[in-house]
């Protein structure tokens, strides 16, 4: 899976060289990637480097969720090199991670959260802790 954002952000799950070297046609610059060690499918920062990208980890345990892990993932976003290309298991992590910054850096509210994570096609399963941790975001926001 390989979805445009913004002009500049994209998410998904790519990860065989073929698929990666796409990415870096389609002009990305940067990769980050929300798989922890312990999932075994972070990729390889040594061959990031070879296809010419950035390689950030920034590990998102779904099961451990903090504000701190989302203050990370924008940090490493704001000073990376454009475009971005965040990544994880399955786009899901990538594209709520990628969508909470840009509403905190727009303010939008949970609605045009929820019609943009929509719109990407990203589904929740039930009690997922991505949707609750967003949810928390929106309830701190409004205070």
């Known amino acids: 899976m390989f979805q445009t954002v913004t002009e500049s952000l994209a998410i998904g799950n790519v990860v065989s060289p073929a698929e990666l070297r796409e990415v870096a046609q389609?002009?990305?610059r940067t990769i980050v990637d929300l798989c922890t060690p312990a999932e075994g499918n972070q990729?390889?920062?040594?061959?990031?480097k070879q296809l010419?990208?950035?390689y950030i980890s920034v590990p998102v345990d779904r099961q451990n969720l903090k504000p701190e892990t989302?203050?990370?993932?924008?940090?490493?976003?704001?000073?990376?090199?454009?475009?971005?290309?965040t990544r994880c298991a399955s786009g899901l992590r990538a594209g709520v991670m990628t969508l909470l910054s840009l509403a905190d850096r727009e303010g939008w509210t949970e609605q045009q959260y929820i019609e943009r994570r929509q719109a990407l096609g990203l589904e929740h399963k039930p009690n997922c802790p991505?949707?609750?941790f967003a949810r928390e975001y929106f309830l701190k926001a409004q205070h």
């Open 26 to 28: 389609k002009g990305y």
């Open 43 to 48: 990729l390889n920062a040594e061959e990031m």
């Open 52 to 54: 010419g990208f950035e």
């Open 70 to 85: 989302l203050q990370g993932f924008m940090e490493a976003v704001t000073s990376a090199s454009q475009p971005i290309y």
């Open 130 to 132: 991505l949707e609750a």
